[in-house]
């Protein structure tokens, strides 16, 4: 079983920044995951935002490029996936979803994003 624990998000200004993170825990191994950050607006689907590998390779959606970036933190028990957004755009408003997959799919909560002015 993995757990998820997700922070950041909160109301900000266009252009402005926020950073998420995502550490999980639990039965894995620190090296044999993807983890990812998907967004999910007002009666959307989720969508992809960014994902990172065990050895860093990343993609991001087209819409994130130059502004996102996705990292990650590996210890001996658990991972931290973090993600900077950068120049938000209101379009960007979204609840955010940490993502694990170690061949099973696990998400977070959720943390809201609110661009706005």
């Known amino acids: 079983q993995v757990h998820l624990v997700e922070s950041g998000g909160g109301l900000v200004q266009p252009g402005g920044s926020l950073r998420l993170s995502c550490t999980a825990s639990?039965?894995?191994?620190?090296?044999?995951?993807?983890m990812g950050w998907y967004s999910q607006a007002p009666e959307k689907s989720r969508e992809m935002v960014a994902r990172?590998?065990?050895?860093?390779?990343?993609?991001?959606a087209d819409s994130v490029k130059g502004r996102f970036t996705i990292s990650r933190d590996n210890t001996e028990n658990t991972v931290t996936a973090s993600l900077q957004m950068n120049d938000l755009k209101s379009e960007d408003t979204a609840v955010y979803y940490c993502?694990?997959?170690?061949?099973?799919?696990?998400w977070g909560k959720g943390t809201l994003v609110t661009v706005s002015s």
């Open positions: 639990g039965s894995f191994l620190s090296g044999a995951n993807v």
């Open positions: 993502h694990f997959w170690d061949g099973q799919d696990y």
């Open positions: 990172i590998t065990p050895g860093s390779s990343t993609v991001y």
